[in-house]
């Protein structure tokens, strides 16, 4: 039998899960880190906006910070 396959029952529709090959994914520990992780690409953000916004900074590390920071909002 394979993965979601519809299986006869007693007339009803029914889906039967065969987990033959199939091992518990570590996503349970990975799940605290996702509220650390918000956290930390929150205050890197501030810092390359930041960073970009500053006018004591060369306009060439200016243009990276910009970089990083898209880069960030893009995830």
Known sequence: MGLFEQVPGD?????????AGLQLSPTYDMLPMLAE??????????FWRAVALDGRISPGFQASAQDNLQTLQGL
Do not use: D, H, Y
């Open 11 to 19: 007339g009803a529709r029914r889906v039967e899960v065969s987990t």
């Open 37 to 46: 992780w918000e956290k930390a690409k929150n205050l890197a953000m501030v």
